[in-house]
């Protein structure tokens, strides 16, 4: 069974930085699009930033230059540095990963969300 596993967050004070990390355990074979998302309280989930099997990012507007997506294909992992954090970014935080279980098969897995509070 595949599964995404996050870690990494927790409370910083505004201007702090938190970097998160996203594993993928189980059998597949191969991931392409990973990406994060966040939900804070009463609001939709949001796209943060993805990136592409060949490294190619995308961020919304809100963490533009301030948060940085990377991955390790050969680890399954794709990170999330977050930098001048800011009480706005106050979310439960998924990582998400369009996941191939066979050369037939994909689907979209999700974590479990990690939690991050900005708050001095």
């Known amino acids: 069974q595949v599964q995404l596993v996050e870690s990494g967050g927790g409370l910083v004070q505004p201007g702090g930085s938190l970097r998160l990390s996203c594993t993928a355990s189980g059998i597949f074979f191969r991931i392409n699009t990973m990406g994060w998302h966040r939900q804070a309280p009463g609001k939709q989930r949001e796209l943060v930033a993805t990136i592409t099997r060949n490294a190619y990012t995308n961020y919304a507007d809100s963490v533009k230059g301030r948060f940085i997506i990377s991955r390790d294909n050969a680890k399954d992992t794709v990170w999330l540095q977050m930098n001048s954090l800011k009480p706005e970014d106050t979310a439960d935080y998924y990582c998400?990963?369009?996941?191939?279980?066979?050369?037939?098969?994909?689907?979209?897995?999700w974590g479990q969300g990690t939690q991050v509070t900005v708050a001095s």
């Open positions: 998400n990963g369009e996941i191939w279980e066979d050369v037939s098969r994909r689907g979209e897995y």
